[in-house]
């Protein structure tokens, strides 16, 4: 039998300069080009079976898609910058992939997915930020991989490669799933509902950093992800002026903050956690007119789904009826979702047995509750509702600085490591 | 006696020459750096001792300069489009001017003022907007004279001309004022502190258009300027993970919030009018992340001085109250300022007299309330304070579209009315 | 021709000691059973034709008539303390009357209102408080004229009395109208519109003291009387426990707090003065309980009753949204009202000349804005609508203590006073 | 040995004739005087040495204590009825007692806590109410035992009696709490301080009903008690004319609404449940005054003794700061306090295996999250503390209607089955 760790040590250096690439030309959410080109030109190269954009997600659950002038700005970005982008006729015009390697042998069916997409943030140019320092951070000015997801692909990729190559070992189907947009939950539940995992028997996922905050603590079997709907709103009202004629105005900004006060009154529940937040505000023009106009970005969370859509209801009736109150309008766009979901126990012990093989100093946490919200539970509670099994992992590494910091940084000795749990967690489930 | 009408009728041409130059470079408060100079050139010609920025200004009293980096874009633009900067040497660097005319004979000494600055507007490049189909709409984006201070010049300057032309008929002394600052009524309190006013008889100032919409209708005797404070505001809060830990950030939009909808119930007073309006607000960041810093810009009211002043006061408190309730922390800055004033009656009745001969027809309103604001009332009231009489009117004029809006434009007919109106109210103040 | 003010002077006592009787038996709106029963005894002994409750108001027009059981408990009151009901057979139960003297000459009809009821205060039982002292304070606990209303049926009763002595020498037609539920202007509307008044030429009205607090200062010319409207609310939620199952409430105080501070908003107005208050709030059980039942009380003024009314829409959208967006129902009952009025100026003259001939010492203000609410305004407007004149005076009077307060009491010289000045108006009228 | 079965049996008819006496004279927080003086009388009969009042409890420790006026009525009520008052000499006024049996043997001490005070409702006088039927209902208006302490009370003396029994047979020391003061949680931290307790080994206490509300359902192990505190708060403003002088006023209500929604603004907490709920409100006076007074009752509480008090503060801080910032005085007094806390596992085994054997059908459930508050957790810590065990357990009974509703009543059957439980505990404790 091959030598598995010996396979995952020769891409120790390649697995690097993967993730360098990916960091130097972050792509955000439904504009991934540059990026989703790349992977498929490996994943092809490797004798997958590639499926891009809407030949994988369904359409219909598309969430937060960008304006024309915003998506041909990305693809400028991407054609400049080397990017391939011959599959987008196959797409749809639709970012992300999946990739399948069928061993045509009788057998368990494995998804495994990766998240792509980077976030609006701006990178440092401080010194001692590495990515800036050694030349591969963000030439894309405001965006940004600060969440670990160039190091995701890179795993995955290196993953993909090393199953190639002992294909005649295996059984069953693997499925690569490269996701669009995880950031803004716009993505996954679109991903969700892709006719290629129907059948899938396991799905495994993990996340570099979070709480494993070292090279040497690693968690399984994360559960307690909170449902969360993302909600950006716009309150229009009547501007008049307001010193002459008050009255005539519709005070778009007093039903804003109304709607505000009020909605964060609303979180107490004996069920579990109940969440808002808004995040964000914007609008008015001169401080002597009535504010005509009012954008909010929010958020809502509950501990279940049940609790979560509830608190959805109640914020809608709220500024629905603060908008009626001020003679103003509320217009009210979900632009992103996840459900809640838990890890199999079954999963969490595999990796937990094997992480504890392969690296015996290592803290395990096995059993840890999320709190925040990851659209990775679509795809979750897909394969489970039709009796397979699911897990999400962290990857221990060090971190720079807080996820979403303008100098946020991996331990790149991590990528290797998640290559090898998750690749001996797919030979144990071929068992 | 020379016929002070033909004089005028002269200059019909030159007036709407001038006008349409200042509306081409249209610069906001405290940057009027191009339009100071081209005023200087034109009154030192005349034979003006000319006195500039600070040579006139009270430094103590200037609110809401810009930062340097906008002073630097400003120079540059003036620069760039013919301004001859040089007498900044002597104004410290502010803008705006005085002009006298001491005639050298016992007499009256009659202060006019005229104000400079543009507004924050994207001038119209619609074809039926005649400035533009014509040729002379603004070359500074997003600045435009949106509210006919280029023609408050043009009758400033050209009545300046006229003066000189017939200074020996004439005695006591002529002041104009060419104030900076009016729109963020930022300007109004350092001019009229001003060492040049302080002997002032009469004081006259006037505004084209407003509620005298058309060539025909003029308004003399206007009171009831609502006393008004501008002021801007920024609440400082922490973030935290609005899912994992938001029981860590101090929320610096609900802060907001909450003070903006507890200052608006705070207009209720038996002695008159009181007035509060959030305009703009801005701040928060990602959805999922506690709010850190929400500015916004306000303005309080009140029919008199006093009222205004109490209702400044009580909202600084519920601002200073609801930071520290909610943790956060608000930075409270007043950038602009006006008090109330009223015509006095005396003069107002001399103007009516004079338009009524010079225009028979017109619809001529006495004594009316404004309901707005204005900083000329600083030099209204210094003026009254120490014994002088002071006016404000409304020269009537066709308006394309409301002040402020991308479209206004005035009938250029009036500025020579205007004028006339002026100059037989000077001539019958010396008497 | 009989000397009037000898007349007057006869009913020096008389006077005070009416008034001290109704002190005594305070009644409140729609309650006050013995109080008509006493007027209706002296008009008819007066040779005037009585006409009862509603043989005089339109009983579409009551507003907030109690429940059976306080009338109850009233007519007991009303009954133990020598109160005659027999007219309630007549009245069809409501309270108030009008008395009218027909001359049987041509001439002009001039209607004269008192008001007749009491408040709901606990008057001072304190030595220094006369008629507590003197033994005719409230026998009806938490009931007191404190407005000084017993003084008004004082003088109103005197002044028929005369007229009918002196009306051999009077033409046309005199009618007294004493109306029922003022101080909750429950009663105006309905009074107003009364056939009785349909002819009116003159109608005059009076209140002892408010600004005039003085005996020798009196005001004539009232205006400016702030149209209003009296609402009770209740915010009907749903309980549930406040620690186990908070989210299984609808919390009514929630709602009644959010559209309390939400209506305070709403008072800025270029066109005149606007009001709320909400004056009273109860409601709620234990403490670790959602409260389920929220009372308030409220009013809303305004200078004009376009104001007034456009601000009660605008409350009761306010309420009944605030209501929906806590899953809350709002009942909302207007339970009184009355309309702006402003006092005719050939009237106020008239009145100024009588005053300044009987008292040539008296201050006497004319045209003077009220900036209160009283329900005579239906009356003033109905004779104003069809062509009367109307009139509103204030009678001067030292105040023990301001209006309302336990420890209210007049100057009892007033009285007399009063009667003169009306007397002298009404012959002026006459000619 | 002694059958310990049969002598619980022999109190049959006993136990239920002391808790219907109990129900008849219900009496409230600090006001148990008949109630004290029953209970001592039987404890002392039985051999106990019994301490009363404050040779109990910590009188620095007492919350919400009566005005004179209340207890004055109280003792009044207790001595028309039986009540033997002698011992308040002892007891400093206060109400409650402890109960002692020293064996004399060496041997561990066990405390027991049962609780006496009744609550502020007035009893249903339907025929289906049983004890309002059968003549036993309360006679104290407005007070009723409608949460089961008086079955408390019958339970703890008939354990006591049957312990005086079997005295022979035991070791160390039994000792009885009857806490005064448990509905408002105004008595628990006083009684929690007795030096009595500083040597507990074993704590037991027990509910009836709740969630066990069925005689063949009982629940040990109980936890997630949520820690809280009482409060009651005054705002105290300054009141004026709301038509005339609005301004003059400084607005109770605004404050009091402004504070409320506020203060439910805070609820979100990553680290568990937070609460606050104002469960009543009172104040203001006539519609068209500014209120100058408000009242409100309310409560916070947390998952955590640390987030109780984190939203104490910060709701004292909105309070405080809302007062100010509207002029405004916020007088906020602490009235009831109590931690969180947690059952000892060992206990909860122990009662299971108890219950088990002695009613093999029932349902048990150990370890369940209350999610409510109750003072004994004072006690339960203390012991804890000091190295001790503490258990609360609901005794399941059949329940006519919720707790605190005018027609509770319980299953008597589940009298017995307590002293049962408990009794069998305390003998398994002494081993």
Chains 1, 2, 3, 4 share one sequence.
């Not at 399948?100 to 997409?117: C, E, H, M, Q, S």
């Not at 294909?167 to 892709?194: H, R």
């Not at 992800?225 to 005070?251: C, E, M, R, W």
Request: one cysteine or more; charged letters at 25%; glycine letters at 10%.
């Amino acid at each position: 039998m091959t030598d598995l760790i010996k396979l995952c040590e020769n891409e120790r250096e390649n697995i690097i300069s993967i993730r360098r690439d990916f960091h130097k030309y972050p792509e955000v959410y439904w504009r991934e080009f540059r990026t989703t080109g790349k992977i498929g030109e490996y994943l092809s190269s490797f004798g997958y079976d590639v499926y891009y954009g809407n030949e994988v997600l369904k359409e219909d659950f598309v969430m937060n898609y960008p304006t024309k002038s915003e998506i041909d700005i990305a693809k400028d970005f991407a054609l400049k910058n080397g990017g391939n982008l011959d599959y987008l006729e196959k797409s749809g015009g639709y970012t992300g992939l999946a990739a399948v390697l069928d061993t045509g042998k009788i057998g368990k069916t494995i998804a495994l997915r990766f998240d792509i997409d980077a976030i609006d943030v701006i990178e440092s140019t401080d010194n001692d930020h590495r990515p800036y320092k050694e030349g591969f951070s963000s030439v894309n000015y405001g965006k940004a991989h600060c969440c670990g997801h160039d190091g995701h692909m890179a795993m995955g990729i290196t993953l993909a490669k090393i199953i190639s190559q002992i294909k005649s070992e295996l059984c069953g189907k693997i499925i690569f799933i490269f996701q669009a947009g995880e950031e803004t939950v716009a993505g996954g539940k679109s991903f969700s509902q892709s006719d290629l995992l129907k059948d899938t028997d396991y799905f495994l996922s993990a996340h570099l950093g979070i709480k494993a905050d070292k090279f040497d603590k690693d968690i399984v079997g994360v559960k307690g992800f909170l449902a969360t709907k993302k909600i950006d709103v716009t309150f229009y009202g009547k501007s008049s002026h307001a010193g002459v004629s008050p009255q005539l105005g519709n005070n778009a900004l007093l039903a804003a903050s109304t709607a505000i006060t009020s909605m964060y009154t609303l979180c107490q529940d004996g069920r579990g956690s109940r969440r808002v937040n808004v995040g964000a505000i914007n609008g008015g023009a001169a401080r002597n007119v009535i504010p005509d106009k009012i954008d909010i970005k929010m958020e809502v969370r509950g501990e279940t789904n049940e609790i979560c859509d509830d608190m959805y209801r109640e914020c809608v009736k709220v500024m629905e009826n603060v908008a009626v109150m001020y003679g103003v309008r509320a217009d009210i766009r979900v632009v992103g979702e996840a459900p809640g979901a838990e890890s199999d126990k079954e999963l969490a012990d595999i990796c937990e047995k094997i992480i504890k093989k392969l690296y015996p100093s290592h803290e395990v946490i096995n059993n840890w509750d999320f709190g925040a919200s990851e659209d990775v539970t679509f795809i979750m509670q897909r394969v489970q509702n039709r009796g397979g099994k699911s897990h999400y992992m962290m990857i221990g590494t060090e971190l720079a600085a807080p996820h979403h910091n303008p100098k946020f940084d991996i331990n790149e000795e991590s990528l290797i490591k998640g290559v090898k749990i998750l690749l001996l967690t797919v030979k144990e489930l071929q068992k």
